[in-house]
């Protein structure tokens, strides 16, 4: 006993003098892994049996990066929590010089533009896409450059006349704006319509000389479609007349729409010369010299709107949301309409979530200190030493319910209505398909499920109770089960949407971690 009791000090005094050993000096196996991120930013952190690679691609390695460059910011401060607001709001033009993710198509209407006012003619342009796909955003820059540009190379730069059809009472009162921006003063003639003045004023030389070149925008062309189409015909036709002054971009959500009116152009014999005024240079590719050129606008992918949003966040000096959070946005966003609006309204709904935890976190606080007849100050020290405080940034779960307000789908509910187990199995299949992988096993399956639940600390069931809990998930048209001789060998294959999945339980925390690292 007495041994014990001398030796126990020279134990000590050699192991605090040894060197570490590679297990102490190793962060990724000492500290958590979200912890070695924070520390080692280009490391591999060590999550159970299972490397994870925080550089898996270029997009996270970005977001990784600048959610741990920048302090957090305070949304108690209403300064900062108005700007952010402020520059998610749709309304809200971005700070680059071009559109962010529509360069190459910005770039052409730009072109098309100057190639115009520069060589003097008359042209049209048509431009189509879904809502929220930056087709008025990138107008808006247009005219700005466009009159900069004109001015620089002393150049007479157009006038500019924007329309929205939804603003008018009637079809035909387009070309009544059209005539009010070029004579502000001129008196109603009865004997001649608007459009008639502005046939006869592109048709003669002397009625267009000295007069400047007219940039028309035409926002929500859709509306002007009428049974004959006449109204959509006769303000295309303005751009090809011999004297004709006006440049014409069109843009609505119909991809067709210049196809539906060009039986009608083609059935008048139009000169095509003429018609050909109409078009851009070969150089874009169109083929066609008898209707208006097209750009389209496609819906933004994923990664598209992470870029965007950084965009408009990189100018803040401090982080608002985790970069978990701004992908699980785009990627539900991307996957349903791809309607940056929509994303946009998303953000702005989470940092509303974030005010009202907030809220919610300080009127607790107050009200057992208003009980015990604590001061003013003591009161705004106790919320400023507040949890909310140190994680004041807007999280996975909170863009899961602004999500959940904005597409409110039955598959969703579904899944988050399931057992627990039945759950965990769709997270498995998920991860099992995250590649080209369309199908598996379910002893495959039954591999990824136990993962899942060693990752998650529930015990696991056995491989036929699997197979049964599949059987149920494929009654509910969630999973498709084939057939086969033993259930180990049935084929799975995921019906829905692996963006729900991943929707749905994000909101969970058992299975928000583990989604994050997939």
Not at 78 to 105: D, I, M
Not at 323 to 334: M, T
Not at 361 to 371: A, D, M, N, T, V
Not at 412 to 425: A, C, G, N, R
């Amino acid at each position: 006993m007495a041994e014990i009791q001398l030796s126990t000090p020279q134990k000590r005094k050699l192991r605090s003098n040894s060197t570490p050993s590679p297990m102490q000096s190793s962060c990724a196996k000492w500290k958590s892994p979200r912890r070695c991120v924070k520390d080692c930013p280009k490391s591999h952190g060590n999550f159970g049996d299972k490397t994870i690679n925080t550089t898996k691609s270029p997009v996270k390695k970005r977001l990784s990066e600048s959610f741990l460059q920048k302090p957090m910011w305070n949304p108690r401060d209403v300064e900062q929590l108005n700007a952010v607001k402020e520059a998610l709001h749709v309304s809200t033009p971005p700070a680059t010089a071009t559109v962010v993710c529509r360069e190459v198509k910005y770039n052409r209407v730009l072109d098309f533009c100057k190639e115009s006012v520069e060589q003097d003619k008359a042209g049209s342009l048509y431009i189509c896409g879904c809502p929220g796909t930056g087709k008025s955003l990138s107008i808006e820059k247009v005219k700005e450059v466009l009159v900069d540009w004109a001015n620089e190379s002393a150049l007479q730069a157009p006038d500019l006349l924007s329309l929205s059809c939804t603003s008018l009472s009637k079809t035909s009162d387009i070309f009544g704006k059209i005539l009010d921006k070029i004579q502000p003063r001129r008196k109603a003639n009865g004997s001649m319509s608007p459009l008639q003045y502005l046939q006869k004023m592109s048709s003669q030389k002397q009625q267009s000389t000295g007069r400047k070149m007219m940039l028309i925008i035409v926002d929500e062309m859709d509306y002007l479609i009428t049974k004959d189409r006449t109204v959509l015909h006769d303000l295309f036709m303005l751009t090809t007349f011999p004297f004709s002054r006006f440049i014409l971009i069109g843009i609505a959500n119909a991809i067709d729409l210049a196809d539906r009116f060009l039986p009608k152009l083609q059935s008048l014999n139009y000169n095509p010369f003429h018609v050909e005024r109409n078009i851009i240079s070969d150089t874009w590719c169109c083929t066609f010299l008898d209707k208006p050129a097209v750009i389209t606008y496609r819906a933004y992918s994923k990664d598209q709107i992470i870029s965007i949003l950084q965009q408009r966040l990189e100018a803040f000096p401090y982080t608002v949301f985790q970069p978990q959070a701004l992908e699980l946005c785009a990627r539900k966003v991307a996957s349903t309409s791809g309607d940056m609006g929509k994303a946009l309204s998303v953000c702005r709904s989470a940092i509303e979530m974030l005010e009202g935890e907030i809220r919610d976190s300080i009127y607790s606080l107050q009200l057992p200190s208003l009980k015990m007849g604590l001061s003013d100050q003591q009161r705004g020290d106790a919320c400023d030493k507040s949890p909310i405080q140190e994680s004041g940034v807007v999280r996975v779960d909170h863009v899961a319910i602004a999500l959940s307000k904005a597409y409110r789908s039955p598959v969703v509910d579904t899944i988050q209505s399931l057992p627990q187990h039945q759950q965990i199995i769709l997270c498995s299949a998920l991860k099992l398909f995250r590649g080209k992988k369309k199908d598996a096993t379910i002893g495959e399956l039954n591999i990824s499920y136990v993962d899942v639940c060693k990752s998650t600390l529930i015990p696991p069931v056995g491989i036929m109770e699997l197979s049964n809990m599949c059987r149920v998930l494929g009654d509910q048209g969630i999973l498709k089960v084939g057939q086969a001789r033993e259930d180990k060998l049935r084929r799975v294959t995921l019906k829905i949407d692996e963006a729900d999945i991943t929707f749905a339980l994000q909101g969970i925390r058992l299975f928000r971690n583990y989604l994050q690292q997939l």
